[in-house]
Structure formats: C-alpha cells, structure tokens
C-alpha cells in the first residue's frame, strides 16, 4: 500500500528565511511521481511542484524546490525567501503507475501548516 | 477559463437528509476524483472515475455515491447524511498526466 507522512503538524519560519517542510513516502511502484499543493486560509487547493521518481534533477518552480532523495524515500519541499503569503497548509502527495492501478489519483499527506512571521 | 466548478459552495443538513453534490470540469479530463478534507487527516479519497460511465471506490467510500453520466460533470450524492460527513468535499480532475485540478470546495454540515 502506498503512503505519504509528514511528520511536522506546524511550522514557523521567519519573513526571508528559507523552510524545508518534510514528506516521506512508500510505494512499491517504480515509476511514480511526488506533489505538492499549497492551501491558504480561503481553501482552494494550489499545485506548486512536481517530482517524477525518474526524475534525475530536482524539481524547482521559482522559490519553490523539492529535494528529493529516492533511497531514503523522501520529497521535502523547500522554499526559499519566505513571504507573509506563503502562510498555509501544505501538503505532499503521491501517484503510483498505472501498473498498479491507481489511475491518477493522488494519496495526500496529513499536511504542514507553515507561518511566516514578519 | 471555469476549470473545476463544484455546487453548492455550502450547505447545512439535517442528519437523514439526502443531497448531491455536483461537479463540473471544462478541460475535458477523463479522469475525476471525490475528496473529503478533515482537520489533521489530510484529503481522503471518497470516489472516483476514469471515464464516462465508469466509477470506483476510493479509500472512504461508505455513505456516498457518484455517478458519471457526463464526462464534464461527477456528482456525489448522500443518501442519509450522518453528523460524521460533516467535512470540506473537493472535487478535483486530471488528464493522468498532470496535477490534479481542483475545485474550490464545499462545506458540508450535518446536524
């Protein structure tokens, strides 16, 4: 069975520090592919990055980077030069190949509420 | 560009009262997906469908149905709302792919 832990419920980092919010994973599938969604206080879920697993170079998206290390199964998610409006939940999810059967569909971690303070 | 559209943003129920809810994409994705937000449990899967006419369990399946008679619109009803489906449902899409799209949610009470 696949799943995703992220083992920080909250998070603080100060306006301008970088903040890395931690993600494990587990599949047994060999091909598959890591997110991340961003969930401000006004709710609408927002895509940020994406790491397939035969990705050979970190995936980064302007401020945003994964480090993804394979061999320790982890996809943590880096942001850098925090902003006041980086204040969120965050959240790290998984698909599994096709193979396996999941279809598309994505496994969510139980989310990191991150708060930037000025 | 509409995305992913879900009615009604919110609603109050009684327990026993049925409801759907409806979701509409417009990027004409095969692939359409139910979620239940809950404090401290992430998204959890209810439903989906990787096509017109077909649906499939998710992780939390019990209580719901879905229909897919579109393949624009995935509907999740309620037969008997319990006090326990009181969550935030999204509704998201995916052309598999990609990321998933989402709506923007609808808050559900049950009483």
């Known amino acids: 069975a696949q799943k995703i832990t992220q083992t920080q419920p909250g998070m603080f980092v100060q306006e301008k520090e970088a903040v890395t919010l931690d993600c494990t994973y587990d599949?047994?599938?060999?091909?598959?592919?890591l997110f991340w969604y961003k969930q401000p206080s006004s709710g609408e879920m927002i895509f940020l990055i994406y790491q397939g697993s035969y990705d050979e170079q970190n995936a980064t998206e302007g401020r945003y980077s994964l480090n993804f290390q394979k061999a320790r199964k982890s996809a943590n998610l880096v942001i850098s030069a925090s902003q006041l409006g980086d204040s969120a939940m965050y959240f790290c999810a998984m698909r599994g190949s096709s193979r396996s059967g999941n279809t598309g569909k994505l496994i969510f971690g139980q989310g990191t509420t991150l708060q930037v303070k000025p | 560009n509409a995305g992913v559209t879900q009615t009604p943003k919110f609603r109050v129920l009684k327990t026993g009262q049925s409801m759907t809810l409806l979701c509409a994409q417009d990027m004409n994705h095969e692939y359409m997906y139910w979620y239940r937000q809950d404090p401290g449990m992430g998204l959890r899967l209810i439903h989906y469908?990787?096509?017109?006419?077909?649906?499939a369990k998710g992780e939390v399946p019990d209580g719901y149905n879905v229909s897919r008679l579109k393949k624009q619109n995935f509907l999740l009803g309620l037969e008997s709302a319990a006090p326990s489906q009181t969550s935030v449902y999204f509704c998201a899409s995916t052309s598999n792919t990609g990321e998933l799209f989402f709506g923007e949610g609808s808050r559900l009470t049950v009483l």
């Open positions: 469908s990787v096509g017109e006419g077909t649906t």
């Open positions: 599949t047994s599938d060999q091909s598959y592919g």
